[in-house]
């Protein structure tokens, strides 16, 4: 996880689907998820989902 603001930093799938959740309030989640690269475990989950 990047902790870190960096200009010149390519922005990842995480990376957009977590701003894209958090500027909607990180609302709550349900069900689960179809994507196959995607792990339980990653802080994006939620935003995939």
């Known amino acids: ?17 977590t701003a894209l959740y958090r500027m909607e309030g990180s609302p709550t989640v349900t069900g689960t998820s179809s994507f196959t690269d995607v792990q339980a475990e990653q802080y994006y989950m939620n935003a995939v989902i």
Do not use: C, E, I, P
């Open 1 to 17: 996880m990047v902790s870190a603001f960096s200009l010149d930093t390519a922005m990842t799938r995480a990376m957009l689907v």
